[in-house]
C-alpha cells in the first residue's frame, strides 16, 4: 500500500520526567515518517506553554509540527499573542478548535465556537497557517441535531480550514457517510480519520461516554469479557482497529491520524499492520 498521510497526536507533558520519556517516544515515533506530529492545547489555555514548548522542541528535531488551539475562554487579544507566538516560532500548521472548559471554569470568553477562531485566525494572519478543524462522524455530543452539526463543520471550512481531522470513532460507515453529506454540500477539503488504538478497556469506556464514541456492541463485549488480561485486550484492539484503517483506507480516506496518548507501542503496532 502507498504511505497515506498520516499524523500522530501527543499531549503536553507535565513534568520533566514526561518531557524526556515523550523525547524518545517521538524519535521512535519518527521513524515511520508521519507527515507532521499534533500537540494537544488544554481549554482555557492551561497547557499553553507545554504546547508551544514541545511543539518547538519537535520543529527543532527536523519534524513538522502543528500546536492545537482552543479559542474557549480566550479573549481577542489573548489569541492575538499565542498566533504572534506560533508565528515567531516559524509554526505554519494549526489544528483549531473551540474547546471544553473544565466546570466552574468562569467566563467563556470572546469566541464562541471554532469557526469564529479560524475566521479570526485568517483575519490576523492570512494565509500564513495550514488550520485543520474537528469533524464529528458520530456527531458532537453538544451538537442540537446531525444537521446543524455539518453545518458548524460548513461554517468552519468556509471560515477558511484546509482539512479536518475526525474525532474516533470505531464505525466506518459513520465516517463515509459523514464525508459524503460534506461533499454533497460542496467541501471538499481533506477529511482524515482520527484513530484511537485500543489498549485499556476502562481507559477507553471513559473517554468514548466524554466524546461522544460509540464502541460498538460487539467490541465492548468482547474486551469486557477479556477481564484484567491486557495482552488479549490489546490483541483484540489491533485486529479490530487495523481491520477499520484498512477499510477507511480502501474506501477513499486521504489519511489518518493517530492518538498516541504518548505511546510508542499501539501506533506503531497498527501502522506496520498497514504498510
Ligand atoms: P465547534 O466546531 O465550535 O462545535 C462545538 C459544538 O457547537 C458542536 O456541537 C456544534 O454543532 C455546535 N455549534 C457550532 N456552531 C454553532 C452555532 N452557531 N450555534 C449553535 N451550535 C453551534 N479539545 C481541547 O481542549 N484541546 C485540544 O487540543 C483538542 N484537540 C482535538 C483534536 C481533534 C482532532 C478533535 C476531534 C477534538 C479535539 N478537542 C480538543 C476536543 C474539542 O475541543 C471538543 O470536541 C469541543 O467540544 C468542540 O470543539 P470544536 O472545535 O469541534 O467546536
Given at each position: 500500500m502507498a504511505n497515506p498521510n498520516f499524523s500522530i497526536e501527543f499531549f503536553p507533558p507535565k513534568t520533566a520526567e514526561g518531557a524526556e520519556k515523550l523525547r524518545v517516544t517521538r524519535?521512535?515515533?519518527?521513524?515511520?515518517?508521519?507527515?507532521y506530529f499534533s500537540v494537544t492545547f488544554g481549554a482555557g489555555g492551561s497547557t499553553q506553554r507545554g504546547t508551544l514548548d514541545t511543539v518547538v522542541?519537535?520543529?527543532?528535531?527536523?519534524?513538522d509540527s502543528a500546536p492545537h488551539l482552543s479559542c474557549v475562554g480566550g479573549t481577542r487579544e489573548s489569541i492575538?499573542?499565542?498566533l504572534a507566538e506560533f508565528k515567531s516560532h516559524n509554526i505554519k500548521r494549526i489544528v483549531a478548535l473551540r474547546g471544553d472548559l473544565p466546570s466552574g471554569y468562569g467566563a467563556a470568553g470572546e469566541f464562541r465556537y471554532a469557526n469564529e477562531l479560524v475566521e479570526f485566525i485568517r483575519q490576523e494572519t492570512g494565509e500564513w497557517f495550514h488550520i485543520e478543524v474537528a469533524a464529528y462522524p458520530e456527531v458532537h455530543p453538544q451538537a442540537k441535531s446531525p444537521q446543524d452539526d455539518l453545518l458548524a463543520f460548513e461554517r468552519k471550512v468556509k471560515?477558511?480550514?484546509?482539512?479536518?481531522i475526525t474525532q474516533y470513532f470505531y464505525n466506518a460507515d459513520a465516517y463515509f457517510q459523514f464525508v459524503d453529506q460534506t461533499r454533497k454540500l460542496g467541501i471538499d477539503v481533506p477529511i482524515v480519520a482520527g484513530i484511537m488504538p485500543?489498549?485499556?478497556?476502562?481507559?477507553?469506556?471513559?473517554?468514548?461516554?466524554?466524546c461522544g464514541a460509540e464502541?460498538?456492541?460487539?467490541?465492548?463485549?468482547?474486551?469486557?469479557?477479556?477481564?484484567?488480561?491486557s495482552a488479549s485486550i490489546k490483541a483484540f484492539g489491533l485486529d479490530v482497529v487495523t481491520a477499520l484503517c484498512e477499510r477507511l483506507l480502501a474506501?477513499?480516506?486521504?489519511?489518518?491520524?493517530?492518538?498516541?496518548m504518548n505511546q510508542v507501542a499501539p501506533t506503531t503496532a497498527l501502522w506496520q499492520r498497514l504498510v
Open positions: 524519535a521512535k515515533l519518527s521513524e515511520l515518517h508521519p507527515k522542541e519537535i520543529l527543532a528535531a527536523g519534524e492575538r499573542a499565542i471560515a477558511g480550514a484546509n482539512a479536518a485500543i489498549t485499556n478497556y476502562t481507559q477507553l469506556m471513559r473517554f468514548s461516554d466524554m464502541i460498538p456492541r460487539w467490541v465492548r463485549l468482547k474486551l469486557a469479557s477479556f477481564g484484567d488480561d474506501g477513499g480516506a486521504p489519511g489518518l491520524h493517530f492518538y498516541s
